[in-house]
Each structure stands twice: as C-alpha cells, then as structure tokens.
C-alpha cells in the first residue's frame, strides 16, 4: 500500500483545497519554518484516527480547523482524505484504490469515511491493523521519537516489533477470544447452579 494523495481543506493552515500527490519513491518537502510542512504529517495521523490533541500539536481538537488570518475568515469545518494504491491488497478491501477520510465541525460532530462510505473509527483502526500504516505505527517518526524507541523498555521494544510483524492483529483476537471464553464459563456456572436448585 503507498500513499498516492492527501487533500485538505480547513484542515489547520490549509485553508484552500490543496491536494498533494505523491510519486513513488522518496518524497522531501522543503520551505520555510511554520510554513507548514509538520501539518502535512499531522493531517495524515489526524485522518488515521488520532484522538489526541497535543500528539498534532494542539490544545483542543477544534484547534486543528483553520482559525483564520488577518485577510481571511476562520472556517468551520476540517476535512483531510487520503488517497492509498492498494493494488498489492495489503489493506483487507476489494479496491485498488482506498480513500479515508475524517471531518471535523466545529459543533463537535466528527465523521469518517472509508471509500466515501461513513464508517466508524474502529473499522479504520481494523482496516490498518498490522498494515504499517494505522495511527500507532511507526511510520511517522517525529523529533525525539528515536530516542524513545531506544530507551523504550524491552515489553514496550517487543511491541514494536509485534506490530512491524504482524502479530497484533492474532493478539487482539486472542485476547477478545479469551473474553468471550471467560463470559461463557459464567454463564456455565450459572446454569449449574440453576440445575442444582432445581434438583
Ligand atoms: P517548522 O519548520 O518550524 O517546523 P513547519 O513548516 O513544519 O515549520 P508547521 O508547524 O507545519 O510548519 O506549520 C505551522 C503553521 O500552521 C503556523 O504558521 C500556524 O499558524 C499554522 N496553523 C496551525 N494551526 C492552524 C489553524 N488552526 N489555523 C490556521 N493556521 C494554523
């Protein structure tokens, strides 16, 4: 899976439509500080699901709409798409191409949608599960975070790991397995004692 595009409008200083292609291969992008070259990388981990305001560099998640200029009127809605070849079907869905999308009013109202279809963030997170590419993976690496990796303690190192090889997608579902066991062993438990009132 790579990534083709991201659109934006309102997302943050992009307050036109802008829409960024990305060829193949490596992609560097250049200008000046507070140009807004980190609200690229902080659009791409907004529209994976990131819940956090502080983890893009705001204080509220309002604070990633476009709240103006001197010349230009703040607007109320936020919208990041972006655009993935999935031609290789790294991502479980039958298209050759993936478009996932997130907007964000201001009255709060929050929506998400996987190929123009309204979803619900945990369909996103599963869709990207063990891909590489969902919010908690490692493919955005921002100042500091290779020092992290490096003082990270081994369990914390192991789940990196985990998750480059693919293992967190079996640990999730073992885990909801073991939940689903455990409610069916109290549900046995009771039915005994059910029968043994009845006896
Ligand atoms: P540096 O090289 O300093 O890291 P940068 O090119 O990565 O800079 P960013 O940090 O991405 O730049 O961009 C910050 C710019 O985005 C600032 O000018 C800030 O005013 C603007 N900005 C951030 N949030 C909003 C918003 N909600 N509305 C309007 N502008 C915003």
Known sequence: VYLKAIEAHGF????DKVN???DAGVTAVVGPNGSGKSNITDAIRWVLGEQSARSIRGVKMEDVIFNGTSGRKPMNFAFVKLVLDNRAKTLQIEADEVHITRKLYRSGDSEYYINDEKSRLKEI???FLDSGLGRNAYNIISQGEVDEVLKAK???RRGLIEEAAGVMKYKLRKKESEKRLEDTA???SRVHDIIHELE
């Open 20 to 22: 960024i292609k990305f």
């Open 154 to 156: 081994p369990e914390q």
């Open 125 to 127: 997170n599963e869709l």
């Open 12 to 15: 943050k200083s992009f307050a």
């Open 186 to 188: 109290a549900n046995l």
